[in-house]
């Protein structure tokens, strides 16, 4: 059965950090693309991050560029997003997914999906 799995949310101060996590099972993440989303309570999901299948081409939501780094280890088969200096609207589920070929922002675009991983940022 092919999965991903996000993990490394949960409740942060604003200015904290946290480092997400996307597992894959059931299928290799080295030929495909992926992109971190977030849906806030209210709001359509929105793209925050993207790294091609080999990782040499990474992009950002204008909102997230220099707080946000996303990175792949296609031997853990798993990709991370590291989110810094955190502030309130950013809070929402974080969602990973995969597609081959290129990054793309659009969500339709995207084959497989996780189930999604808490941030809440607040004090």
């Known amino acids: 059965q092919l999965q991903l799995v996000e993990s490394g949310g949960g409740l942060v101060q604003p200015g904290g950090s946290l480092r997400l996590s996307c597992a894959a099972s059931g299928f290799t993440l080295d030929s495909y693309a992926i992109g971190w989303f977030r849906q806030a309570p209210g709001k359509e999901r929105e793209g925050v991050s993207c790294?091609?299948?080999?990782?040499?081409?990474?992009n950002y939501a204008d909102s997230d560029k220099g707080r946000f780094t996303i990175s792949r280890d296609n031997a853990k088969n798993t990709v991370y997003l590291q989110v810094n200096s955190l502030i309130p609207e950013d809070t929402a589920i974080y969602y990973c997914?995969?597609?081959?070929?290129?990054?793309?922002?659009?969500?339709?675009?995207?084959?497989?999906w996780g189930q999604g991983t808490q941030v809440t940022v607040s004090s």
């Open positions: 790294i091609s299948s080999r990782g040499s081409i990474t």
């Open positions: 997914a995969a597609r081959k070929g290129v990054c793309l922002g659009n969500v339709g675009r995207y084959d497989y």
